[in-house]
């Protein structure tokens, strides 16, 4: 497979895939959408006690409270990072600028260009094998 498709693709996939997921995932929901800022988004924002909503994002007691299940003794640790990651997105000015500029796009584009940087320097070393 030629370098660019194989970048393109390991770029759009994970796009396309969350696409596909979110707007399957959107018939099944019953309650009524969250709007904000003039969006309508997938989930409510409704107190649910069995599945996260906005709630959750707004609420995150209430999500600790009814929806975690497994390591619930390491809060302490976890809150740390969680709130500091929080307070850091703030610090900016436009926490939601931020949130979507760092954790939708930087990172996921970081971990892409690094995952397919280590499959270009694979094919180097398997060329410098098959040539040496």
């Not at 302490?76 to 969680?82: E, F, G, M, R, V």
């Not at 990651?85 to 610090?91: D, F, G, H, Q, T």
């Not at 949130?99 to 398997?126: D, H, M, S, T, W």
Request: proline share 4%; net charge positive; glycine share 4%.
């Amino acid at each position: 497979m030629k370098p660019i498709f194989r970048t393109a693709i390991i770029f759009l996939l994970p796009f396309v895939l969350m696409i596909i997921i979110n707007e399957s995932f959107r018939l099944s929901i019953k309650e009524p959408p969250y709007h904000k800022y003039g969006f309508a988004t997938i989930n409510s924002s409704d107190k649910i006690s069995d599945k996260c909503t906005w709630n959750c994002h707004n609420n995150t007691s209430y999500c600790k409270a009814h929806h975690v299940k497994f390591l619930r003794d390491s809060f302490s640790k976890a809150d740390q990072l969680y709130y500091g990651e929080i307070k850091l997105l703030r610090s900016t000015g436009n926490y939601g600028l931020a949130n979507i500029a760092i954790l939708v796009i930087l990172i996921p584009f970081l971990i892409l260009y690094f995952f397919i940087k280590g499959l270009n320097i694979r094919n180097e070393i398997q060329k410098l094998k098959q040539n040496g």
